[in-house]
């Protein structure tokens, strides 16, 4: 090894090479070391994850009224749906949809009436209005999406049906959000 | 600089200073830059941005000192403590707020100089490219001061602007979680959005002088388009356009001022002053006026990932301009048939900007049903933004390429100064005299 400096051909990689080598890895490797806090620290903090599911007293609810309410700050629609949107729902199953979905699996078993679903648009964000578009179910205001009574995507920019949260039933009037 | 440095130290302690930091040969050789002498009122917008940057920076200090960037907090210390109780707050943050709109009204005005009279064509690409990231520079730190008051439109614009990203294949959703710093638009997005909108204007601030570099090496182009062939076709820049530009900043100002003192709320929304409410979406979501041609583009799109890669390449349209547009002559003064096309493409842009401030169900004639072509009728505000937003694509993809190739231009003069001599009169064709008559 010591004589590899001084060694005739070039192709062979010398000491200077290795330590080339080694020192630019190292410093790679730290400049990588240094700038992922800097940027994970943008993520969610710990306090902000550690928002707990919420529970909901579906008597709020009368037939054929909707709710916002708030989970993990993002709001969440609670709808309580009449036998005609639920019909016109089934109805629409095998209609030519974007993101094929049945109504069944929109819902929890034996609750159909009951739908509850991120109100955060899947296109910008933005909450539909309910009552608005030609598919009896919601109209986003910002950039026209139109979804129908199972909150399934029908029509304009959005790529998602609204996306369902995870929850259970823990008796017939509440729900369990998270 | 090009040339020999004409400054010469006349006492001991410039001579001094001249070996050891030559800041005042510096700024004497800036002074005395050679400038082409027949630059019209459209080349006094760097001028003009120059004051808008500087004002938006002092403004903008000022108002941290009594800003509260808390979701509980930044409402109030807007509209209540700034507003009503800050000594002046109303006069500091009028100027701040209405000073947005004034530098991109300015702005813009100054890219469309640049396309008209050719600014970014060969030895000035790199120019017009440094021009090009301070407008999405400029975009992006508006976009996060309009967030900071908290209001309605503040929030819900935030999280469709910081949604548009999650559109992205693959890493979208991660990168909006990140400048969320949460499930949604809260505290931690204003937090930083605050922290950046302070950031940015000094990354714009260096880019400007960049920018300033990159224009003094060619120089500036000027109304003909015909390069700088001699002394005699230049003047120093002071004092012949620091008085120009002084003046045009004087005019600007009036409007400045016609806004700050008399329609201090012609740019704000109703919906701004009505507190963040994470649970309410507005009926009707705008963008700020500057903005509106990209959100009816989006909007044109009845695809989420298509919608923002229209919106990115209406931008980056802009970037690529200098090789799409591969014609000799500079200047659209001898292009005829650019020009139209280039009118058009403002019209163009100008039908966009109306398209975007409408709702999105919107009508062009109300009432009237014609028939419905994919998804939309065509008496519908989204047609209408699709023809333009074609036209817009077209402009930059299709027409000017095909000019560059295709145009039969007219005669362009031999110096920069033979049209400013002549008036006209002399002059081969006919068409440098109408040029005249613009300019």
């Known amino acids: ?178 | 600089m090009s040339g020999p440095s004409k400054y010469e130290p006349k006492t001991g302690i410039e001579r001094w200073l001249d070996s050891r930091l030559p800041i005042i040969r510096f700024g004497a050789d800036l002074l005395d830059y050679p400038t082409p002498r027949n630059l019209n009122y459209w080349w006094t917008f760097g001028g003009i941005l120059s004051f808008c940057l500087v004002a938006q920076i002092v403004t903008g200090i000022v108002l941290a000192m009594h800003y509260d960037p808390s979701g509980a907090g930044a409402f109030i210390s807007v509209e209540q403590h700034i507003m009503r109780d800050v000594n002046y707050g109303w006069l500091i943050r009028g100027i701040h707020a209405n000073g947005a709109s004034m530098f991109f009204l300015a702005v813009y005005l100054h890219i469309l100089r640049g396309i008209y009279y050719g600014s970014y064509k060969t030895p000035r690409e790199v120019l017009w490219l440094l021009g090009c990231i301070i407008y999405v520079l400029m975009m992006a730190t508006a976009f996060m001061g309009y967030v900071l008051p908290w209001g309605q439109m503040s929030f819900w614009g935030a999280k469709v602007i910081t949604n548009l990203l999650g559109a992205i294949p693959v890493v979208g959703p991660g990168i909006t979680t990140l400048l969320w710093g949460g499930f949604a638009v809260d505290d931690p997005t204003l937090n930083r959005f605050f922290s950046l909108h302070y950031l940015l204007p000094f990354v714009i601030a260096a880019v400007v002088a960049l920018h300033v570099w990159a224009l003094h090496v060619p120089g500036n182009n000027n109304p003909t388009g015909v390069a700088v062939k001699s002394k005699s076709d230049t003047l120093a820049f002071h004092p012949y356009y620091t008085v120009k530009d002084g003046f045009a900043v004087s005019l600007f100002l009036i409007l400045f001022a016609v806004f700050v003192f008399f329609l201090p709320d012609a740019f704000l929304k109703t919906d701004n002053m009505i507190p963040a409410n994470p649970l309410v979406t507005p009926p009707h979501i705008v963008p700020e006026w500057y903005l509106l041609p990209f959100y009816a583009i989006l909007r044109a799109i009845p695809d989420k990932l298509m919608g923002v890669l229209a919106l990115g390449g209406a931008i980056a349209c802009l970037f690529a301009l200098p090789w799409l547009d591969t014609s000799k002559v500079r200047s659209m003064r001898y292009r005829p048939k650019a020009r139209i096309f280039f009118f058009v493409w403002i019209v163009a842009a100008l039908i966009l900007g109306w398209c975007g401030s409408q709702e999105p169900d919107g009508q062009l004639f109300p009432g009237v049903t014609t028939f419905n072509l994919i998804d939309y009728d065509l008496n519908s505000v989204t047609w209408i933004s699709r023809f333009a937003a074609i036209y817009y694509f077209a402009y930059f993809l299709v027409i000017t390429p095909l000019l560059s190739w295709r145009e039969k231009t007219l005669p362009v003069p031999d110096s920069l100064y033979t049209p400013v001599l002549s008036h006209g009169a002399a002059t081969p064709a006919g068409a440098v005299a109408a040029a005249e008559k613009k300019g």
């Open chain 1, 1 to 178: 090894m010591a004589d590899a400096l001084t060694h005739p051909d070039a192709a062979e990689p010398s000491r200077r090479d290795f330590i080339n080598i080694l020192a630019t890895s190292a410093t790679v490797g730290a400049a990588v070391a240094v700038a992922w806090p800097l940027i994970d620290q943008m993520n969610p903090a710990a306090d902000t994850l550690a928002l707990a599911s919420i529970e909901f007293d579906l008597t709020k609810v009368a037939l054929g009224q909707e709710v916002t309410i708030s989970w993990r700050k993002q709001p969440v629609f609670v709808r309580h749906r009449t036998p005609a949107e639920i019909a016109r729902a089934k109805a629409d199953d095998n209609a030519s949809l974007k993101d094929p979905a049945t109504d069944a699996s929109r819902v929890k078993p034996g609750h159909e009436e009951w739908l509850i679903v991120l109100a955060s648009c899947t296109h910008l964000g933005c909450i539909p209005t309910f009552g608005g578009g030609e598919y009896g179910g919601w109209l986003c205001p910002c950039h026209g999406s139109v979804y129908d009574t199972a909150a399934r995507i029908r029509k304009g920019p959005a790529p998602k049906n609204l996306y369902l949260p995870d929850y259970a039933f823990l008796s017939d009037t509440k729900v369990k959000i998270g």
